[in-house]
């Protein structure tokens, strides 16, 4: 109890200071919100996501099969700075903290933004975040996920630009989001690894478009989106669709995701790590089915099944 006081004395502390209005020269900077106002810290939350898994790898023939734990450990921080502006930032510990060269962010940081309320139904957001792909399997948080299908497992799913939400209903949401297509540079990762025919384009723009729907007293939900990646220039564009579906009946509620990515250089990589060839494979097509299905027994307990296929298409090398 001693040590989680010192603790958080100490942060108070740190907060109070951060308070106090800064000189530089003759440059008075004032803060954003003084603590007389209100109480602050109120209005932000802390979250930390942890779990730990037996992993178990086998393959017939092999001498190098083993068994381990994992671990999945993030720390997240959300608050509001007043009624129209906020904020989010996590950091994932288990994840390479490399820096990112073309959103300078490490890759540990997945999300670092600021959500501004425009209107009462128009939320704009901008910094690194999480794109507004649809589908019921990208919206669980990787700590309530044993694995995923072989898309979202190789999805670039944090990146930074700017985005837009609004609400036209109760039941029914648009986004658009305009992102980089990647977090590093061109060079970084594709250079001396791709066909002459692949450039480096102007500007690795993604465009994504997203729908949320609630149909019958919630009993019907829907998350779609469309999304396009220019990842290079002349041939280097991916094209996705994400039809996320929802069921909930009293107890018993069923999720069904389809997904289809095609990708004129093959960014998930499996195709080109299965082919071993010198350059990254070219036209590559992805395809998944995701099924889950979850019962209530009481309030404390819930079983579970996730099924889910992938399957993938190369037309040419």
Known sequence: ????????????????????????????????????????????????????????????????????????????????????????????????????????????????????????????????????????????????????????????????????????SENHEFGFQALNSRTMRYQDLYEGNVPENVKEPKWPLALVGNWNGSFFDGKFETIYSFSRFRIAKQHGTTHAITLGNKLHLKKWTLMYDFNISDEQLDTKGIISEILDEDLIALDAVYMEHWLRSEYEFSPSIKGLITLMTSAMLMQRI
Request: hydrophobic residues 40%.
């Open 1 to 168: 109890m001693k040590k989680l006081l010192l603790f958080l004395f100490g942060f108070y502390s740190f907060f109070l200071y951060s308070q106090e209005d800064n000189f530089i020269g003759d440059t008075l900077h004032k803060s954003l919100f003084k603590m007389e106002e209100g109480s602050v810290l109120e209005n932000i939350h802390f979250t930390m996501d942890l779990r730990l898994s037996l992993h178990n790898h086998h393959e017939n023939g092999r001498d190098d099969n083993y068994t381990e734990f994992r671990n999945l450990f993030a720390i997240g921080l959300q608050g509001k700075i007043n009624d129209k502006i906020g904020f989010r930032f996590r950091n994932r510990y288990n994840r390479e903290a490399v820096l990112q060269t073309l959103d300078q962010l490490d890759g540990s940081v997945e999300l670092a933004y600021i959500d501004v309320q425009l209107s009462p139904r128009t939320e704009l957001l901008f910094g690194k975040m999480f794109a507004f792909f649809g589908g019921y399997e990208y919206e669980f948080i990787p700590a309530d996920v044993l694995e995923y299908n072989d898309i979202q497992n190789n999805l670039l799913n944090y990146v930074t630009g700017i985005g837009v939400k609004h609400k036209i």
